[in-house]
């Protein structure tokens, strides 16, 4: 597995939507090993493939044992920790409880954005060998969930930026 180029500061090259994974094989597996071990290298929270330049619904996520800080993401009583491979999630249902946090992205090294996100999400995947399966995220972890899918549909933190929070530009009042 190598290290892949991340994508930075290019707004446009990450607006496009990225389209649903269909075959599982070992260019899936490959492109997943080089997200982790890209994702390990910059010490970030998740790296979607459309910030490597590969436009398809699958990331990585490094979910941190602390459960009480972080969140967790489950699969029914397990909990999912370290590097964890993701393909076409989808948000299957939400709380209806959001929270505001500055957010980071490793596409945007350097600026943190508050954005408004759900804090309970359940989301509907597949693993790297095409077996559904679901996940129930809360907290800093379901946050990273919908920034990841937010990626797939070219979306990127500053198309989330809650507007009470945007720095007013001098004179603009
Ligand atoms: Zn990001």
Known sequence: MSVREIITNDRAA???????????????????????D?????????????QVGVRERCCV?????????????????????????IVNPVIVWHGRVRAVADEG????????IPIRRYVAVRVQANMTDGTPFEILASGEVARAFQHEIDHFDGKTI?????????PRLRGED
């Open 105 to 112: 992205c490793l596409s945007f090294p350097g600026q943190r």
């Open 61 to 85: 996520l490094a979910l941190p044992p602390d459960t009480k800080q972080w969140g967790a993401a489950r699969v029914g009583e397990q909990v999912l920790v370290g590097l964890v491979p």
């Open 158 to 166: 500053f198309d989330r930026q809650d507007p009470r929070f945007r």
């Open 14 to 36: 990450l607006s496009v939507p990225s389209l649903s994974v269909a075959i599982f094989d070992a260019t899936l597996r490959k492109l997943l090993g080089d997200l982790a």
């Open 38 to 50: 890209t994702l390990e290298a910059h010490d970030g929270f998740g790296l979607a493939a459309p």
